[in-house]
């Protein structure tokens, strides 16, 4: 086991609504990731935070907005998506040499 | 910028050996990992080297690193159909909390 959980495990939202998608990791990490994986693309990075601190956001839409209010939990808020966001998100945990992930929430936008 | 190259797919026979290959460009690579990721499920750390060593093995599980030529490889001796999934290589420099990730080459055991 990761030790690494994410919920919901599936959401379907429409274009206009607003939801967020939960992380919280067990194993005392620093570092805490979200990714986003489509059907035949490679994994994408969206966010990182260290310590709390976001230190990389990858040309993320604002529709997507993350929140990190300590270092177990992190959070990604959603509005306004589009059916392209469609995919599964991830979020991990790691330190500077190792990283776990969550199972993922499959999001279906339509 | 640094680059992870895998072939897409890879099929053997149940009781076979599978040798998944990866390629990477970056010579400050430190760390390199396997992950395997099952259908709906997120990635799981199945092994990683450090770069200073050429071979690990855990289990039914060996990976093999060739420095010199950038060149990563994991083989699972006897294969079952458990093993059926997505591997995904990926390294990353000392210090640095972003790996970079292969496309992954999804593994399919026949019977």
């Known amino acids: 086991e990761t030790g690494v959980t994410q919920t919901p495990r599936h959401l379907v939202m429409g274009m206009t609504n607003k939801k967020s998608l939960k992380c919280e990791q067990h194993l005392g990490h620093n570092a805490m990731y979200w990714y986003k994986q489509s059907a035949k693309k490679p994994l994408e990075l969206m966010f990182v935070?260290?310590?709390?601190?976001?230190?990389e956001n990858n040309s993320v839409p604002s529709r997507f907005s993350p929140e990190c209010p300590n270092s177990s939990h992190l959070f990604l808020h959603l509005h306004t998506l589009q059916p392209e966001d469609s995919a599964l998100y991830l979020c991990?945990?790691?330190?500077?040499?190792?990283?776990?992930f969550g199972p993922g929430t499959r999001l279906t936008v339509t | 910028g640094e680059d992870v190259e895998q072939s897409l797919f890879l099929s053997v026979r149940e009781g076979d050996s599978s040798v998944i290959n990866c390629t990477y460009t970056d010579s400050s690579s430190t760390y390199l990992y396997w992950y395997k990721q099952e259908p709906g499920a997120g990635l799981q750390l199945l092994t990683y080297i450090f770069s200073n060593m050429d071979m690990k093995q855990d289990q039914r599980l060996t990976v093999l690193l060739n420095k010199k030529d950038k060149h990563l490889s994991l083989r699972i001796a006897d294969t079952q159909t458990g093993d059926s999934a997505i591997y995904f290589c990926?390294?990353?420099?000392?210090?640095?909390?972003?790996?970079?990730f292969g496309r992954g080459t999804s593994l399919i055991v026949h019977p």
């Open positions: 935070y260290n310590f709390k601190e976001q230190t």
């Open positions: 991990a945990s790691g330190t500077a040499y190792e990283q776990y």
């Open positions: 990926a390294e990353r420099e000392g210090g640095s909390y972003i790996p970079t």
